[in-house]
């Protein structure tokens, strides 16, 4: 990390989320939890986590920050509702090290399907990966619709995919009777 473009902090590229989990020696969601107040994080690792915070002058995204708490609360929800975000688009691996590294992106028209099963609140944030070295914002073009009839044909034969549905639709079939029962 001798190379001031690498490096997180006041002189080199802006610090993230990853960086202070790394210096802190805990989760990024632990970091999560320490950024937005939450209860369950031990005084101790809550300490260190504004250590490495402040030693690396981090803040988080206001813009990301907006759009998804804007997301959530459009849902009656809030920031303690979200769990662990995906990103789609954008690629990290994991080095020997432990370190993260920014993979890049997937490029112009990519695509993702989703098949859900199940009644879900579905929050788009489009804004950059913390770990991009080149963060821009592009813009995104969201389609959704119901199939019910995909939803009937399993879509794939294979015996742990199976076992997977039918696990999901007997507990929401039986939440859902229970709702009625009530």
């Not at 993260?100 to 028209?109: D, K, P």
């Not at 993702?112 to 579905?122: G, R, T, Y």
């Amino acid at each position: 990390m001798s190379d001031p473009e690498e490096t997180p902090g006041r002189r080199g590229r802006a610090a993230n989320i990853f960086d202070v989990a790394r210096l802190a020696g805990v989760s990024h969601q632990t970091v999560s939890r320490v950024i937005n107040d939450m209860p369950n994080v031990r005084p101790a690792t809550r300490a260190r986590v504004e250590r490495a915070i402040a030693q690396l002058h981090y803040s988080p995204s206001p813009a990301a920050r907006a759009q998804m708490l804007l997301g959530v609360h459009k849902h009656g929800m809030d920031i303690r509702d979200v769990a662990p975000s995906v990103s789609l688009f954008k690629g990290v691996r994991v080095g020997d090290d432990g370190g993260l590294a920014f993979t890049g992106g997937a490029g112009a028209g990519a695509t993702v399907d989703l098949l859900l099963h199940l009644p879900l609140v579905v929050v788009v944030v489009n804004a950059p990966h913390p770990l991009d070295p080149d963060p821009a914002v592009t813009d995104l073009d969201l389609v959704a619709w119901q199939a019910p009839a995909e939803l009937t044909t399993p879509v794939s034969t294979d015996p742990e995919y199976l076992r997977a549905l039918f696990n999901t639709e007997s507990t929401w079939a039986a939440a859902r009777d229970s709702e009625v029962v009530k």
